[in-house]
């Protein structure tokens, strides 16, 4: 089965700028998945951040932007704040009706 | 104000079933597909099933197909998870949400990601 690949975890200093990936086990990640990242918070339901690659849901900051970047989704996030530590997962689409989940990475802001 | 609302969980014996529901509020809901995530405890999100507007298509993943079956009733904006055959391995957080899409004018946008998130409600599997 497909999987879809993230870093563990990454640590970012407040202000700093951090770039989030997801990218398959095989193959390339295009805008053909339509990429999606969420971010949780322990004992939270997700939030959406960023759909279709690179829109951003409404209500997020703009500090958050998603992109493709080589063969992979990226999340970038430009001027980190304490309240961006979270997790964060993409999902990709993988066609006839199948999403997958990234393994997510956990984001810590010091 | 636009809310999904899960109800239904517990905890049942292995081999049990069980009824998730999930109450849609404040939009159109038979105009929108819905899915199904879930989340064992310390564990990452994982995408379960989908089903389409009008309850004809429906998608699982691997681990839950011939045991779970997504289903929707558009009068009571009611989408339902029907669990069977459960294991340990099935207990998680169940989170129902709304496939995000634009629906107005002529051309309908599906984006394929979720839009919108309920609270989840929690499946324990154990003798």
């Known amino acids: 089965q497909t999987v879809v690949t993230q870093e563990p975890s990454f640590s970012v200093s407040p202000g700093g700028t951090v770039t989030l990936t997801c990218g398959l086990s095989?193959?390339?990640?295009?805008?053909?998945?339509?990429p999606s990242w969420y971010q949780q918070t322990p004992g939270q339901a997700p939030r959406t951040l960023i759909y279709?690659?690179?829109t951003r849901s409404s209500g997020v900051p703009g500090r958050f932007s998603g992109s493709i970047l080589g063969n992979k989704a990226a999340l970038t996030i430009t001027g980190a704040q304490a309240d961006d530590e979270s997790d964060y997962y993409c999902?990709?689409?993988?066609?006839?009706?199948?999403?997958?989940f990234g393994t997510g990475t956990k984001v810590t802001v010091l | 104000e636009v809310q999904l609302v899960e109800s239904g969980g517990g905890l049942v014996q292995p081999g049990g079933s069980l009824r998730l529901s999930c109450a849609a509020s404040?939009?159109?809901?038979?105009?929108?597909?819905m899915h199904w995530v879930r989340q064992a405890p310390g564990k990452g999100l994982v995408w379960v099933s989908r089903?389409?507007?009008?309850?004809?298509?429906?998608t699982y993943t691997d681990s839950v197909k011939g045991r779970f079956t997504i289903s929707r009733d558009n009068a009571k904006n009611t989408l339902y998870l029907q669990m069977n055959s459960l294991s340990a391995e099935d207990t998680a957080v169940y989170y129902c949400?709304?496939?995000?899409?634009?629906?107005?004018?002529?051309?309908?946008?599906?984006?394929?990601?979720?839009?919108?998130w309920g609270e989840g409600t929690t499946v324990t599997v154990s003798s």
């Open positions: 949400a709304r496939l995000g899409a634009n629906l107005e004018g002529a051309t309908r946008k599906y984006y394929n990601c979720m839009d919108v």
């Open positions: 095989s193959g390339s990640v295009s805008s053909s998945h339509y």
């Open positions: 089903i389409d507007s009008d309850g004809t298509s429906t």
């Open positions: 279709t690659t690179n």
């Open positions: 999902v990709l689409y993988m066609g006839s009706g199948i999403y997958v």
């Open positions: 404040g939009f159109t809901f038979s105009r929108y597909w």
